[in-house]
């Protein structure tokens, strides 16, 4: 009989104003019964963000003191390797390129873009650029100056696609990857006072998902590379709503995670503090809604379905709670599935399957 496969789950926290001093928090995922059973603390501070290699042997997470590098161990539980600096305020999302050469750091409240090396042992190493967005947005209070929210590569490993929230576009990248510069290339233009949160691209890497904070919805974009010219071509084909047509007051997109099999699409409301799900239809890649359902907790941060679909969990940030949830995708119904599990100030969470 095969091996049922085991997963972790890391949760990363604000740790400002809490008693607490553990950033982390590692969960022997129940897949069975869809919870989490607590197994270890990290201490860390303000760790808003964590990101795994695509080796999947390393952890990087933000960190008050810029970031920090964990080797993921046989278990699940993480050793640090080192810390280094970002030279600037505390970023707020991190990711690597697909041969985990170089760590890109989003930073929200300098609108500081950071590049920094990676070493093949996952020890993180010096800057190779840093990149100040400039420029005036539409709306006086939030809006008014770029905020970066999310740094990703295409999966071809060739642009680095970077979310700024405060001035409604998406900044393209080139990576030279050999020194880890990057030479501006391209701007993909949002609606305006939309607030591109998060990005996602698909399974094979020919669609861009775009999370808009503030006109809640989902944009779709076609990618590809104008040969001749050796530049990216990206083209809006859908634009989705994160909400019921009938929900109340303000309301802030956050959550944008694809599930294990690349088939359904999860995105959450802070304010209306609901969960979306949509499908993702396989030839096209455009989304269908399935659901928009509550999720008994207050300003979900982030949302995810576990790996094989049947449960999801919400990290609630203003409840300082998770929520468990039983899916049922024919019939288009989440249900609680008991009682919430007290953590503060969540913000974001990976599924990680061990080796068995």
């Known amino acids: 009989m095969m091996e049922k496969e085991k997963y972790v789950a890391y949760v990363s926290t604000y740790t400002s104003g809490n008693k607490s001093s553990f950033g982390i928090r590692i969960y022997d995922v129940d897949m069975e019964n869809g919870r989490f059973h607590e197994k ?3 201490e860390i501070t303000n760790s808003s963000y964590v990101t795994i290699s695509h080796n999947r042997k390393y952890l990087y997470s933000i960190t008050d003191f810029g970031v920090e590098a964990n080797q993921i161990l ?5 050793a640090v390797i080192n810390r280094a600096s970002i030279n600037g305020m505390r970023g707020c999302y991190l990711s690597t390129d697909y041969e985990d050469k170089f760590l ?13 090396r990676l070493h093949e042992n996952g020890r993180i190493g010096e800057i190779t650029d840093e990149i100040f967005h400039k420029g005036l947005g539409s709306i006086a209070e939030r809006n008014f100056r770029p ?11 060739r642009f680095l696609c970077v979310a700024d929230l405060g001035m409604d576009h998406v900044v393209v990248y080139e990576v030279n990857h050999r020194n880890g510069r990057l030479r501006q290339v391209d701007i993909i233009r949002s609606e305006q006072e939309s607030a591109p949160r998060h990005l996602k691209f698909s399974e094979d890497g020919r669609l861009l998902y775009v999370v808009h904070e503030l006109k809640n919805c989902v944009d779709v974009y076609t990618y590809k ?4 010219h050796g530049m990216p071509v990206f083209e809006r084909i859908q634009s989705i709503s994160t909400l019921n047509d009938y929900h109340a007051g303000s309301s802030a ?9 690349f088939k359904y699409l999860c995105s959450s409301n802070a304010g209306d503090n ?4 949509y499908s993702v239809d396989e030839q096209t890649g455009l989304l269908t809604k399935i659901l928009c ?5 207050d300003y979900p941060k982030d949302a995810a379905l576990f790996p094989d679909n049947r449960h999801l969990v919400s990290l609630n940030q203003e409840s300082s709670s998770m929520t468990f949830f039983n899916v049922d995708m024919d019939r288009g119904t989440i249900v609680m599935n008991g009682p919430e599990i007290k953590v503060d100030r969540p913000n974001c969470v990976i599924f990680y399957r061990l080796n068995s």
């Open 40 to 42: 270890d603390q990290i």
């Open 74 to 78: 046989e278990d699940g539980s993480l």
């Open 104 to 116: 890109f750091v989003a930073g929200y409240h300098d609108a500081k873009l950071t590049v920094l």
């Open 147 to 157: 905020h970066l929210n999310c740094a990703k590569m295409t999966r071809d490993n």
């Open 225 to 228: 590379v104008d040969e001749v």
């Open 253 to 261: 997109a956050s959550a944008l995670n694809f599930s294990n099999d």
């Open 274 to 277: 609901s969960v979306v799900l």
């Open 293 to 297: 359902l509550p999720i008994s907790g």
